[in-house]
């Protein structure tokens, strides 16, 4: 076999650690299988103000016909912070679909997340349940 010295395996060190940082964008939507599904942006999507979410979600998810999405940097800062609105009748076992619109400013980082949060107005653990969804800023 060949030299494995460490000066001869830096190149390829090299190019695993890049090709491990890639984000790709998800070809898939991101979701809780039976319970909500966001059909764009995809998770990894490259992101700018405004940012319109589409999906769907089980009735259960909404209260009122609203449901809380958040978008963080990352550190974890909320930089913006809006409900989802149901489009149709929510008070179904169904699923509902839903449309948003978040206006932020950039930060600083260049990854975030949203987090569409099941709408919990008991503030009981047990009723608790968010989506998170890895996304880049443009």
């Not at 550190?75 to 978040?102: C, N, Y």
Request: proline share 11%.
């Amino acid at each position: 076999a060949g030299d494995l010295s460490l000066m001869n395996r830096i190149p390829l060190l090299l190019a695993l650690l890049i090709l491990g940082c890639n984000r790709e964008v998800a070809r898939e939507p991101a979701a809780i299988p039976d319970l909500i599904e966001l059909r764009t942006p995809l998770p990894n999507a490259i992101v700018q103000s405004p940012l319109t979410l589409e999906g769907r979600a089980r009735g259960p998810w909404f209260f009122e016909a609203s449901f809380p999405v958040y978008l963080i940097n990352a550190d974890g800062d909320t930089i913006a912070v809006v409900p989802a609105q149901a489009d149709g009748e929510w008070m179904t076992k169904a699923f509902v679909p839903f449309k948003v619109t978040l206006t932020f400013t950039p930060p600083a980082s260049q990854t975030g997340t949203l987090i569409l949060a099941k709408d919990n107005p008991s503030g009981l653990p047990e009723h608790a349940a968010e989506l998170r969804v890895p996304i880049r800023f443009r």
